[in-house]
């Protein structure tokens, strides 16, 4: 009876130990930051806004030896008004689904702001992905008018990649 109790007890131990690895092993997005506002954009086209709208965004991404991808969302477009900008990720086998949000606005201004969104995703080997990058409303919600990039990546350890993100989306405001 004693070794009967024991062994449950070394098996009950040992499937610990491996659904806690499950969730260690889970692909996710820590130490998102973004920048102040870079470039102040009127709501009336100008020239000059018409050659700044030209600067697509674009996402790069660059795979650790330690499995941890640096990234970078360069010139992010959403209303002056945003203080935060958040990124969520989902995974499934070898898809990645980015969701690019931020915060709810207190007040809309009146002019649109391209920012810099940086953030780390980690547990990764280096191979070839799907990737699918969304700008979704403050309440995390997207669907296909969302979609800012849908494609395959290749990550190889300590090589940058850049994905150039559609210049027509910017981050919903509401």
Known sequence: MKKMFYGLICLAGL????????????????DVANSACKLTLSEARSDSKLQNDAVSSTLY?????????QCMMENVEANCGVSNIYVSMTNQDTKITLVVYHNELEAFAD???????????SKLVAGSYDLEVYYASP????????????????????????????????????
């Not at 002019?111 to 940086?118: L, R, T």
């Open 139 to 174: 309440k995390m919600k997207y669907d296909e008018s969302g979609i800012a990039y849908r494609g395959k990546v290749s990550l190889v350890s300590g090589e940058r990649v850049r994905v150039s993100l559609d210049p027509e989306k910017s981050l919903p405001e509401i």
């Open 15 to 30: 499937s610990a130990c491996k659904s806690e690895n499950l969730v260690l092993d889970a692909l996710r997005v820590h």
């Open 111 to 121: 002019c649109i702001c391209k920012y810099d969104v940086n953030f780390k995703m």
């Open 61 to 69: 991404m660059e795979l650790g030896k330690d499995g941890i991808a």
